[in-house]
């Protein structure tokens, strides 16, 4: 599989060995694409894109095994 799947409650989901599935709330969804965007150095940033920014961040290490 390549590229990234979206699915919304209701679908089937099955994940191909190998994959992971993130499930977050569908009104979430600006607020992870502010936080994905880049911060130029020095940049000031919001504490809830922080925030959302910090939960990606563990969420993905606990997908790397770095992390309960």
């Given at each position: ?5 979206i ?18 709330p ?25 925030t959302?920014?910090?939960?990606l961040?563990?969420?993905?290490a ?7």
């Open positions: 599989m390549t590229g990234i799947a699915k919304r409650a209701g679908d089937t989901v099955e994940i191909p060995e190998g994959c992971f599935a993130l499930i977050m569908a009104d979430r969804a600006h607020a992870a694409c502010v936080a994905l965007q880049p911060v130029p150095a020095g940049a000031t940033t919001s504490t809830a894109t922080q959302t920014r910090n939960a961040l563990k969420a993905l606990r997908v790397q095994g770095r992390g309960k």
